[in-house]
């Protein structure tokens, strides 16, 4: 199943930001089983939902929707302003990168927009791949800090955030953030978080992975699982898959298919 989705402002949701973003198709794949949770995943820079959701329609999930949507089209520093699809402006990948906040905060409040129509009783959860574990990421400090960057109430209670081959945004920010919140610090610590990244990545390097689950950690993220996959580059395996499933199944207590 796939369907349009509307325009975003930057401005977090309740706002008037200075540029609108279309988003692409979304594609959703619904639960074989008892739903019990829902994820929106989020593709790389460049490509679209449909990979994904694609793939998930093949795991070993069956309690578990998937909504898998598309970035918009925009103008790419990091590839001289040509258009591809992204969550967010980038001009390089690595820690000292100037960050698109506007872009960051647009693209996580359209994920916020799709989780909030979710029933109460189902557990939410945001992974991605790349620039899009970027965002689960942006999206995690948001819950945390109770706020988008731009100040702005973030509104949607987060239960997993997945993160692969991914790097963290704003890391400088992370602290203040986190410790400006009354209810920051307890979120972080509760907030489960599964950090996959590949030793070989020639993309987002490992070093800046792993200095994104440190720095995660040291601002109170205590449930966090960083995981380093031998000779692996900037692509999934299914070690790496099946290590996901095992986790989310465990975290979000997932009963699988129950045969009567």
Request: net charge neutral; aromatic share 10%; proline share 5%.
């Amino acid at each position: 199943m796939s369907y349009h989705s509307t325009s975003m402002n930057s401005g977090g949701g309740n706002g008037v930001g200075r540029r609108n973003f279309e988003f692409g198709r979304t594609h959703v794949v619904r639960p074989k089983g008892r739903h019990q949770a829902t994820i929106v995943w989020l593709h790389g820079l460049g490509d679209n939902g449909s990979s994904w959701s694609q793939l998930f329609e093949t795991l070993p999930l069956p309690n578990i929707k998937w909504i898998c949507p598309t970035a918009p089209t925009r103008s790419v520093s990091l590839f001289g302003g040509l258009p591809y699809s992204a969550w967010f402006d980038v001009g390089e990948i690595s820690e000292n990168a100037a960050d698109d906040l506007e872009g960051l905060d647009a693209s996580a409040a359209h994920v916020a927009n799709l989780l909030s129509t979710e029933p109460p009783n189902i557990k939410l959860g945001i992974g991605g791949f790349s620039m899009g574990a970027a965002i689960a990421l942006h999206s995690a400090v948001c819950h945390v800090s109770g706020r988008y960057a731009n100040g702005n109430v973030y509104p949607i209670n987060l239960s997993a955030i997945v993160s692969l081959s991914g790097w963290l945004p704003c890391s400088s920010a992370l602290r203040n953030r986190i410790e400006g919140s009354r209810d920051g610090i307890r979120r972080a610590a509760s907030l489960p978080l599964f950090l996959c990244h590949g030793r070989g990545d020639d993309v987002v390097a490992y070093e800046l992975g792993e200095k994104s689950a440190r720095a995660l950690s040291v601002a109170g993220f205590r449930n966090l699982i960083f995981r380093s996959y031998n000779g692996l580059g900037h692509y999934t395996v299914p070690e790496e898959t099946d290590e996901v499933c095992s986790w989310l199944t465990a975290n979000l207590g997932l009963e699988g298919f129950r045969f009567n």
